[in-house]
């Protein structure tokens, strides 16, 4: 099995560790991590994502236990060194569950545009996402790795060694076909454990710095997310917002350069 916990930079640099979201992989902040060569970047595969082993019990999947596993792996990594957490989509749920239960590691969190939506803002239902969840495993197969491929750079405006690797690991090859690596039952765990285990219960816990970096696009949404926004704001007293201008939920792949700028800065306001 290949590895499953990735670096980039020098590791006597300040420590910015990411965590991905549903479906997603730690490979997938290789581009980002381009664009901030200041720092030491780490990233992971949450458990039955990308090459890492998938878990056998539903609830070992919530919030409150995957951060556990998420500790024994910073711990691993880092020892005590203090460090900044940066959490995508499902990934920033992880990062408020995180700053909640272990702040004394924490120098402060960045959430990419997640943390501040619920399914119930978007007017979803449980039953809606674990049927929605097992459609989008079952049906997204492709007969060859080039179609795959082919179906990523139509997503996106470029391509890079960097999105190749990131996207050849969220899939496998899987009796003649390329299938999502994740699977039915990891994604409904891990949706069961979100409406278990709602960031709303917890985000008042949260006491370091933090920054949401959200996205703009689609446009209709625009109201339920400053909706939410403000009430966060209410709830945690020390959180900065920054839109990224034209940029949808996977800020950080359409927008990388922008993404890193708006975290640089942040960053370098925290040391004043």
């Given at each position: 099995?290949?590895?499953?916990?990735?670096?980039?930079?020098?590791?006597?640099?300040?420590?910015l560790?990411?965590?991905?979201?549903?479906?997603?992989?730690?490979?997938?902040?290789?581009?980002?991590?381009?664009?901030?060569?200041?720092?030491?970047?780490?990233?992971?595969d949450?458990p039955?994502?990308?090459?890492?082993?998938?878990?056998?019990?539903?609830?070992?999947?919530?919030?409150?236990?995957?951060?556990?596993?998420?500790?024994?792996k910073?711990?691993?990594?880092?020892?005590?060194?203090?460090?900044?957490?940066?959490?995508?989509?499902?990934?920033?749920?992880?990062?408020?569950?995180?700053?909640?239960?272990?702040?004394?590691?924490?120098?402060?969190?960045?959430?990419?545009?997640?943390?501040?939506?619920?399914?119930?803002?978007?007017?979803?239902?449980?039953?809606?996402?674990?049927?929605?969840?097992?459609?989008?495993?079952?049906?997204?197969?492709?007969?060859?790795?080039?179609?795959?491929?082919?179906?990523?750079?139509e997503?996106?405006?470029?391509?890079?060694?960097?999105?190749?690797?990131?996207?050849?690991?969220?899939?496998?090859?899987?009796?003649?076909?390329?299938?999502?690596?994740?699977?039915?039952?990891?994604?409904?765990?891990?949706?069961?454990?979100?409406?278990?285990?709602?960031?709303?219960?917890?985000?008042?816990?949260?006491?370091?710095?933090?920054?949401?970096?959200?996205?703009?696009?689609?446009?209709?949404?625009?109201?339920?997310?400053?909706?939410?926004?403000?009430?966060?704001?209410?709830?945690?007293?020390?959180?900065?917002?920054?839109?990224?201008?034209?940029?949808?939920?996977?800020?950080?792949?359409e927008?990388?350069?922008d993404?890193?700028?708006?975290?640089?800065?942040?960053?370098?306001?925290?040391?004043?």
């Amino acid at each position: 099995m290949k590895q499953n916990i990735y670096q980039w930079g020098d590791p006597q640099n300040p420590t910015l560790i990411f965590l991905h979201g549903l479906g997603s992989t730690g490979l997938a902040f290789g581009e980002l991590a381009k664009h901030l060569p200041e720092y030491h970047i780490v990233s992971f595969d949450l458990p039955g994502h990308g090459y890492a082993k998938a878990l056998e019990e539903e609830r070992a999947y919530y919030p409150s236990n995957l951060i556990v596993d998420i500790e024994g792996k910073i711990n691993q990594q880092l020892g005590n060194k203090s460090h900044y957490l940066i959490g995508h989509s499902f990934g920033a749920d992880l990062t408020l569950h995180y700053a909640a239960k272990y702040p004394e590691q924490i120098k402060g969190i960045i959430l990419l545009d997640g943390g501040y939506l619920s399914s119930k803002d978007l007017g979803m239902t449980l039953d809606n996402e674990i049927q929605d969840i097992e459609k989008f495993c079952n049906e997204v197969r492709f007969p060859t790795w080039d179609v795959f491929f082919e179906s990523e750079k139509e997503e996106l405006s470029r391509w890079s060694e960097e999105l190749e690797e990131a996207s050849k690991a969220q899939v496998k090859e899987q009796d003649g076909e390329i299938r999502l690596t994740i699977s039915t039952f990891t994604g409904q765990s891990m949706i069961k454990g979100i409406y278990a285990e709602p960031v709303t219960d917890l985000v008042e816990q949260v006491h370091c710095p933090a920054l949401l970096i959200r996205a703009t696009k689609p446009v209709e949404l625009e109201s339920t997310r400053r909706k939410s926004i403000q009430t966060l704001q209410s709830r945690m007293k020390n959180l900065d917002i920054e839109p990224i201008a034209d940029a949808g939920h996977d800020i950080f792949r359409e927008a990388p350069k922008d993404v890193a700028e708006k975290i640089r800065a942040w960053l370098m306001n925290q040391k004043r």
